[in-house]
């Protein structure tokens, strides 16, 4: 059984509020900001879309460092060479604890291995998917320690995934959290499938 999260997307750009509008309408406990990271109130984590090897330098990746700083990028980077032998693998996600009384944790989580478009891939889905994971087995251990976690368009800078198929992945990695299987099955799998590369009756990732 999944455990209860309040989760917040955040955007400054209007058109991806409203892709997650949309999406996430009939899900429950979802807020929307559309404002910049530095601007969010206090949460408990943020999940940063980052590359396989915590060169933290580029796109929400630095403003995530200006806020923390470096030694946030030097622990990324340290935890990827002692746990990944040097390079995470896109569907994972770990956290770090910042010590900082606003946010406490970050979730390092990679959208790709190097900066370059995932457009076309289930990327998003499997870098949203693993964070809700990574936080899911923290609360098992420490229960209530993470209860807001704010999200970024994941994939949509470096990634060029336009908004509206980031918002989709991103709703089903957070149904499929919401909603996990009591056994597994191919019908179950079959159904999951289908609704990470299709949108009704129409590929959406080949």
């Not at 396989?52 to 060479?81: N, P, T």
């Not at 499997?126 to 970024?152: C, M």
């Not at 089903?172 to 289908?194: G, N, V």
Request: aromatic content about 12%; charged content about 20%.
């Amino acid at each position: 059984m999944s455990l209860p999260l309040e989760l917040w997307l955040v955007h400054p750009e209007r058109a991806a509020i409203e892709a997650f509008r949309e999406r996430f309408a009939n899900l429950p406990n979802v807020q929307f900001f559309q404002t910049k990271f530095e601007e969010l109130p206090p949460h408990d984590c943020f999940v940063t879309a980052a590359n396989s090897y915590g060169l933290m330098d580029g796109g929400i990746d630095a403003v995530v460092v200006e806020y923390f700083g470096v030694e946030l990028m030097k622990k990324a980077q340290d935890h990827i060479l002692n746990e990944f032998l040097g390079e995470q693998p896109i569907g994972t996600s770990f956290l770090i604890e910042t010590n900082h009384p606003n946010i406490p944790y970050v979730a390092h989580t990679p959208t790709m291995r190097v900066p370059h478009s995932i457009e076309g891939t289930d990327k998003v889905y499997l870098a949203t998917w693993a964070s809700l994971l990574t936080i899911y087995r923290h609360n098992a251990q420490h229960p209530g320690s993470i209860k807001t976690v704010a999200f970024p368009a994941m994939g949509a800078g470096y990634g060029c995934v336009e908004f509206p198929e980031v918002a989709r992945q991103m709703a089903i990695a957070y149904e499929h959290y919401l909603d996990p299987p009591h056994r597994q099955t191919w019908e179950m799998a079959a159904r999951r499938q289908k609704s990470i590369h299709y949108d009704g009756n129409q590929q959406v990732i080949r």
